[in-house]
């Protein structure tokens, strides 16, 4: 599975624009019982993001000549219109921490009595402190794609900045209301990888093992790809168990 070059220089020149740009929003869930622990929520998709995970089934959000845009004042009404209907708010992508103005955005939401939850993939620590800081983020999840030496792999660009990983992963530890997930996906995570990525985590409070789903990936290949069985997660959340407090198996 090939990193490709273009597409990393690309994206590059894209996130020069966004970093401009207020928040680019591409979706809109109204309603979720899963994806807030404890709370029902809706869940915000930001357009754009700085990895090309072959794997990944939000291509919409993703590649910029698939993206859609919603406005945010159409955002706004409608959390205007649910508060005390529901609880939180889930802010994902994407990926939101490639926008300058996310403090901005978040506050508006805080304003609005809403907790708020990021997904990230951790690849800005700064972005996470000012979150953090400013009283902005109630609860943060981040993506481990895989063992440091095996990242960009994963991620489907060169040149990842793996220390910002790990700082990301230091800060979320240090956060009350976290938790970190690995998507199980064939050819690239395997029973070392695990053994890897609980290093990696140790002492987090959860870590979710998310099955992969072979549709709609961003490249072709994967949609080919026959997720693993259960009883191979079973295997892989054995492992998990010894690393940190809590560990889950979800979409099986």
């Not at 996130?15 to 207020?22: A, I, P």
């Not at 979720?32 to 930001?46: Q, W």
């Amino acid at each position: 599975m090939k990193v490709n070059r273009k597409n990393s220089k690309t994206e590059l020149i894209s996130l020069k624009v966004q970093n401009k740009m207020s928040i680019s929003i591409g979706g809109l869930q109204k309603n979720s019982l899963i994806d807030y622990p404890g709370l029902v929520s809706c869940i915000i998709f930001c357009n754009g993001c700085n990895f090309r995970c072959g794997f990944c089934h939000n291509k919409d959000l993703v590649l910029p000549d698939k993206r859609r845009e919603i406005k945010q004042e159409k955002i706004f009404d409608f959390l205007k219109k649910r508060q005390g209907l529901i609880d939180g708010v889930v802010v994902t992508g994407g990926e939101p921490t490639i926008y300058k103005s996310l403090p901005d955005f978040f506050k508006k939401i805080k304003d609005l009595g809403y907790l708020l939850k990021l997904d990230t993939n951790g690849t800005s620590p700064d972005m996470l402190k000012q979150l953090i800081k400013k009283d902005l983020v109630d609860f943060i999840a981040m993506d481990i794609k895989a063992s440091f030496e095996n990242y960009s792999k994963a991620a489907g660009v060169e040149d990842i900045n793996v220390e910002n990983i790990k700082k990301s992963i230091e800060i979320i530890k240090g956060f009350d209301n976290h938790e970190f997930r690995t998507t199980v996906v064939p050819g690239i995570v395997n029973k070392e990888e695990i053994k890897k990525i609980g290093e990696i985590v140790k002492g987090a409070k959860k870590h979710a093992l998310q099955q992969f789903r072979p549709k709609n990936t961003l490249k072709k290949e994967f949609s080919e790809l026959k997720p693993f069985k259960k009883d191979k997660l079973k295997e892989f959340k054995k492992i998990l168990d010894k690393q940190v407090i809590k560990c889950v198996i979800r979409g099986t």
